[in-house]
């Protein structure tokens, strides 16, 4: 059988991000069997715009963003909270997912979210909101596919997230149950 494959989505753009960081551990450590492949470049793309989402204007890293969360068996988000939600990146490649509407990429992908803050709140907002446009878009999500990691500070005091035993057993749990998700039989 071939390896599932999770495509990891990153909320911070900036090269010191803790976001990277944790998406590096998860890469490194992922469970026998799945292949996790961040994908890089959400900069590239442009703010969604309904007036481009077609076939003749639609950008070419939109198509290949979606060809690449298509061809995911899940989708794992890790990404900081700003101001109280989600940043601006993230929200942009969900919208981009959400079309063509009822039958984008990420319709009936399951997603897991990871969020982490400076403070011992984890980035809660972040990952709530993240899980609910997510699913509004028609990805499956749930309260259990979540991790809240924080204060990060403490947590990954003058250590990549890589070395810390606890967290890196956490992700490799999520990711696991991540690839268990099944779509709800239909009625
Ligand atoms: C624009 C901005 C807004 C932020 N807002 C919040 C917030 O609402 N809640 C929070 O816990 N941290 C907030 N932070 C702090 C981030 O959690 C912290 O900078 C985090 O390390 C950024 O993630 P990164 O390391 O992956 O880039 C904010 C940071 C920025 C730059």
Redesign the pocket.
Known sequence: MSDAKVVVLIG?L?DQ????QIAEAAVENSPAGVVLEVRDGLENLPFYSEETDNADALPAAVADVRATIADADAVLVVT?????TIPAVLKNVIDWGSRPYGAGALKGKPVAVISH???G?G?QWANADTRRSAEVAGALVSEELRLELGP?GELFDGIHPREHGEVVANIGTLVTDLLRVEAPAAV
Do not use: A, D, F, L
């Open positions: 911070s900036r991000s803790v976001s990277k900081p909270e700003y101001n109280g803050s400076i403070s709140r980035g990060t």
